[in-house]
């Protein structure tokens, strides 16, 4: 048996969305600048696209700009928003402990340009609260980024109530909102959001095509300059399969949300409980109630996350430790770090994120393989006597 509990990291192209996006890829190739009949044949395409994921996101269509991910979409965001409002009075950008890594390396290159960059710290919980941003926010801050939803952990953030202590501030408000798509409604006017980045093969549309939603009143520099598509925005030729096939992507998670999510939440609650009842010495990183119902983040006291991990393929169980942009770096998460997580614990985590494709039967049979992995693991491990490290 094979089982993919990796979602997070990338979720698989659901057949309706590549059936979508074929027409693009072979017979209506045109080039969406084009002049001639085909290419604006394309551009009305786009346009569509851009009506549908504005509709759902309830912003404005010309406000969606396409790229070629959420990484570009989040470097684009917040270099583009720092370095078109610096001033002489404004040059503090704030961004949460727990971001992804491009939001975090684009607010460190921010900082060797003389941008002041500040980290807003997490509870235990990992949350992010407006007292939190409080203790850093004041008048010279252009731009405050936090998630909606954390990769590793899946804690959701109140993000609404972050904007608001921004703009009381004068200052923007971006959300990285990658792994909130379909776990929460996103309203970007009700939210309050100035800025919001997307990606499409994390809700089982194509990979290498992202949104920068935008608000065209404020000030934004372009991240890649070129041909000047997007109205200057983001320069590059349309990837209208792309485009086409994240508009679907994101239409049919929303259409089919209720069923997925009660589906979802199922079985990572019975993986919760299951893993609970079988394996002693374990806890789960993060809170419980404020978390997307895909993802289970487990701490296996005394054993490698890696190990366990290396093993679980073994026998065709694919999971991660903390976020599969981190797998090739041994460093310990910087999440599971800034909730606080006992320091011997650090490596000792499995992320499980579970998706449309997952079934019951995958979940039993992932929790046989770890009671299995996590005990003969153990008795490898240099800690004797469980208990001995807690204490
Ligand atoms: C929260 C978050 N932001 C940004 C990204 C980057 O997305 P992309 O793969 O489109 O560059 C990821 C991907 O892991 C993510 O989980």
Request: proline content about 4%; hydrophobic content about 40%; glycine content about 8%.
């Amino acid at each position: 048996m094979q089982v993919y509990l990796d979602n997070a990291a990338t979720t698989r192209l659901d057949p309706r969305v590549l059936a979508k996006m074929k027409p693009y890829l072979t017979t209506k190739y045109a080039n969406a600048s084009s002049i001639h009949k085909p290419g604006q044949e394309a551009y009305l395409e786009l346009l569509k696209a851009k009506k549908s994921v504005a509709k759902i996101l309830n912003g404005e269509p010309e406000n969606v700009i396409f790229t070629a991910s959420a990484t570009e979409a989040n470097n684009f965001i917040i270099k583009g928003v720092a370095r078109a409002n610096k001033s002489g009075q404004k040059n503090k950008i704030i961004v949460s402990a727990i971001e992804h890594p491009c939001v975090r390396e684009s607010a460190r290159e921010l900082e060797s340009e003389g941008f002041q960059v500040e980290f807003i710290p997490a509870t235990a919980e990992g949350l992010i609260t407006p007292d939190a941003l409080r203790g850093l926010i004041d008048d010279k801050t252009i731009l405050v980024s936090v998630m909606m939803v954390n990769n590793e952990i899946g804690t959701v953030q109140d993000v609404t109530a972050l904007a608001r202590v921004a703009h009381e501030f004068g200052a923007y408000f971006h959300t990285d909102a990658v792994q909130a798509v379909p776990y929460l409604e996103i309203d970007i006017k009700r939210m309050e959001l100035d800025f919001l980045s997307l990606s499409g093969h994390k809700f089982y549309g194509p990979k290498g095509v992202g949104v920068a939603y935008i608000d065209r009143r404020k000030k934004i520099r372009p991240l890649i300059v070129g041909g000047g598509q997007e109205d200057n925005y983001r320069s590059g030729t349309y990837n209208l399969p792309g485009i086409m096939g994240l508009a679907y992507a994101l239409e049919l998670a929303y259409k089919e949300r209720k069923a997925y999510l009660k589906k979802v939440k199922s079985l990572r609650d019975h993986l919760l409980s299951a893993i609970q009842e079988e394996i002693p010495g374990i806890q789960i990183n993060g809170s419980l109630i404020d978390r997307v119902p895909a993802n289970l983040n487990v701490m296996f006291g005394y054993v490698e996350g890696e190990a366990i991990l290396i093993d679980l393929s073994q026998k065709g169980v694919y999971v991660s430790t903390g976020s599969a942009c981190s797998a090739t770096n041994l460093k310990a998460s910087h999440v599971l770090r800034a909730i606080g997580l006992n320091k011997n614990f650090l490596n000792s985590n499995i992320r499980f994120s579970l998706g449309r494709f997952n079934t019951r039967q995958e979940i039993d049979y992932t929790v046989k393989c770890l009671k299995d992995t996590v005990k003969r693991l153990r008795k490898f491990s240099p800690v004797k006597k469980i208990g001995q490290i807690l204490n």
